[in-house]
């Protein structure tokens, strides 16, 4: 079963330097529709002004990976974390027993990046923070593998704690990816035109709709115009 979320009916927020669209409920938005999808708590579409950002705040126990679009985000926590991710990275950060960090887009270009939070199996654990580079050239047969949270991935995709795995990528007008899902997925639209087909319903997503993809083991993307698509695999609860 595949439901759309459009773009325009997504949670809105603008703060000036900030403009965000939740996905789900967050901060000053509210719906008891949207309280997360399994696992997954948080995704957040986000634009930062140039030279501003998200002061020094806490987190804890959560698992949280920022999905950089376009610019880029300076990163630093009270644990000595430091580093700059990119468009085309990702960065991921295990709050685990609490963590103060600081996010800022000191570039001259505006940032615009998902912000994705994760449910954690690993309670009060030391906090930690990397990020990775991953191909931002279109691909033919799958979409890159981020994030997971399965020790057989650990050399391929920046690890969190939790059964889930996140894709990511550029694919080109007339690509067609078959892809297998482990749980449910939920699909971003960062960029283009594609369908989504899990050989029952068969949808088509604009840039910045989202998906939830659900009771089905296998989902075929055709890309319509060229895209850059998110999936997020994670588990019901």
């Given at each position: 079963?595949?439901?759309?979320?459009?773009?325009?009916?997504?949670?809105?927020?603008?703060?000036g330097w900030l403009?965000?669209?939740?996905?789900?409920?967050?901060?000053?938005?509210?719906?008891?529709?949207?309280?997360?999808?399994?696992?997954?708590?948080?995704?957040?579409?986000?634009?930062?002004?140039?030279?501003?950002?998200?002061?020094?705040h806490p987190h804890?126990?959560?698992?949280?990976?920022?999905?950089?679009?376009?610019?880029?985000?300076?990163?630093?926590?009270?644990?000595?974390?430091?580093?700059?991710?990119?468009?085309?990275?990702?960065?991921?950060?295990?709050?685990?027993?609490?963590?103060?960090?600081?996010?800022?887009?000191?570039?001259?270009?505006?940032?615009?990046?998902?912000?994705?939070?994760?449910?954690?199996?690993?309670?009060?654990?030391?906090?930690?923070?990397?990020?990775?580079?991953?191909?931002?050239?279109?691909?033919?047969?799958?979409?890159?593998?981020?994030?997971?949270?399965?020790?057989?991935?650990?050399?391929?995709?920046?690890?969190?704690?939790?059964?889930?795995?996140?894709?990511?990528?550029?694919?080109?007008?007339?690509?067609?990816?078959?892809?297998?899902?482990?749980?449910?997925?939920?699909?971003?639209?960062?960029?283009?035109?594609?369908?989504?087909?899990?050989?029952?319903?068969?949808?088509?997503?604009?840039?910045?709709?989202?998906?939830?993809?659900?009771?089905?083991?296998?989902?075929?993307?055709?890309?319509?115009?060229?895209c850059e698509i998110?999936?997020?695999?994670?588990?019901?609860?």
């Open positions: 079963m595949i439901t759309v979320y459009p773009y325009s009916t997504l949670g809105k927020a603008n703060h403009k965000s669209s939740h996905h789900f409920s967050f901060a000053n938005y509210y719906n008891p529709r949207r309280m997360g999808f399994g696992t997954l708590l948080v995704v957040n579409d986000d634009w930062v002004k140039p030279g501003f950002g998200f002061p020094p804890r126990n959560m698992e949280i990976i920022s999905y950089v679009r376009s610019g880029a985000i300076t990163h630093e926590d009270n644990k000595g974390h430091k580093g700059v991710t990119k468009n085309g990275e990702v960065q991921v950060m295990s709050a685990g027993r609490g963590v103060v960090h600081s996010e800022y887009n000191r570039s001259k270009d505006p940032l615009t990046f998902y912000q994705i939070w994760i449910k954690t199996n690993k309670m009060d654990i030391e906090p930690r923070w990397e990020s990775k580079q991953f191909p931002n050239v279109p691909v033919e047969d799958a979409l890159p593998m981020l994030v997971s949270g399965y020790p057989e991935d650990k050399n391929k995709a920046l690890f969190i704690n939790q059964k889930a795995r996140i894709f990511g990528g550029k694919i080109s007008k007339g690509t067609v990816i078959e892809h297998a899902i482990e749980h449910q997925v939920y699909v971003l639209a960062s960029d283009g035109c594609f369908e989504v087909n899990d050989n029952e319903f068969k949808k088509t997503l604009n840039k910045g709709d989202g998906a939830e993809v659900t009771m089905s083991k296998t989902l075929t993307l055709t890309a319509l115009t060229n998110v999936l997020i695999d994670a588990a019901a609860q």
